[in-house]
């Protein structure tokens, strides 16, 4: 129910009002003052606030300024007789969200209420919207506990800011997207259009169509003029993922646009001036692509302003088991499923952990939406991970990386002092449990520490 504070220092007023507006389904306060009201304002919550003009100590106008300091988005009507309409103006001028004089009929102030109100929710709706946008691209987001992660965290805290181009290698499935809108929507054009585009997904004559617009007529089909990427992302920032896979004509054309901040459209003569970021990405090594003389060495140096390379997620283990509670969290939601699942088992996190993960954070997280999915009980068991995942774990011990001419009890005791420290790192370097993990007692992973040097 939505609640309507009175504020009018007539004594009856604000009853008569109320009552009007209990009819009509609205809760109400009152308040003789324009104090009283902000006191109310501080212990409430207020969906619209009706006030008179004239009042003595606090006027209307002091009280809208006061309530639009504290919440500049909440509408404020303004109650006034035929001789205050120059204060209502200026009322209007000062944020009211309209003023309507007395005396007034019934149904004009509950139409006035209804529409404010109605305002006021699709204002919240959409704070909130982009609020919860902002914060899932926020750089608490970008997961990972590791070294790695957290150095890429820095750059990009240091990066976003700027308006430098940003250049983002890593193998697919990495999170490349999730870390180029992590930078936009914490830099200063985070409230202008990001605009992404696929380079792989066209072929080379429609992807210059697609970024740089065509004028009717330009070629068989251009039935109207099109807008293209460069100009939608105007103001804002434009993304282009795999890059490496942009023709070399087209990327003669990119470093001119990034040269001259200038594009014209296919079939067109018009210059048009455009404003932008441009952040790239790529599942390829540009530098050995450039050596190979499949990507144009000057759009190299243009595009790598500031690079960051995302490590495959089997170099960085440790932080497989914070992305498998996120996803979890993530497919356990009512929106998602019905499931019971709210963990997942020691042994299951070291198997997931064990994993090559080929195809990365995405592969992993495709494995905990099944395993949820599927999983009858509250908490994932091995039996519960996909086949290949299981039969896949042997392939991270790299048995073939072992130096020749090394000796079994050498290989074992390597073996033996990695899976130790694995076990203490998915644990938090909790001993009961990491010698839980390990299937033996807390005194033996002790010995097995100072062994290895580990207990420091």
Known sequence: MDTVLIVDDEKNYPTIIGELLEEEGY??????????????????????????????????????????????????????????????????????????????ENQALTAHIAKAISVYRIVQENTALKSAFQSRYSFDNIIGKSKSMQEIYELIKKVAPSNANFLIEGESGTGKELVAKAIHYNSLRK???LIAVNCSSFAETLLESELFGHEKGAFTGAVTLKKGRFEMSNSGTIFLDEIGELPISLQVKLLRVLQEKTIERVGGTQTIP??????AATNKCLEEEVKKGTFREDL????????????PLRERPEDIPLLVKHFINKYTKKEYTTSKVRDI????????????????????????????????????RVADLPLQTRKS????????GIPEGAGLAETLMAVEKRMIIRAMKLSDNVQTKAAQMLGIGKSGLNQKLKKFNLDK
Request: hydrophobic content about 45%; aromatic content about 6%.
């Open 27 to 104: 809760a109400s306060l009152t308040a003789s003052s324009g104090m009283e009201a902000l006191d109310i304002l501080n212990s409430e919550t207020v969906d619209l606030i009706l006030t008179d003009v004239n009042m003595p100590g606090m006027t209307g106008i002091h009280l809208l300024e006061k309530i639009k300091e504290i919440n500049p988005d909440i509408p404020v009507i303004i109650m006034t007789a035929y001789g205050s309409v120059e204060k209502a103006v200026d009322a209007m001028h000062k944020g009211a969200y309209t003023f309507i004089l007395k005396p007034f």
């Open 300 to 311: 190299y140096y243009r595009l790598n302003v500031v690079k960051t390379v995302i490590p």
């Open 191 to 193: 409230n202008e259009p």
């Open 345 to 380: 088992s020691p042994d299951a996190v070291r198997i997931l952990m064990d994993n090559p993960w080929k195809g990365n954070v995405r592969e992993l997280e495709n494995t905990i939406e099944r395993s949820v999915i599927l999983c009858n009980t509250d908490t994932i």
């Open 274 to 279: 455009v404003d932008f970021r441009l952040i």
């Open 393 to 400: 774990t042997h392939a991270n011990l790299d048995l073939d």
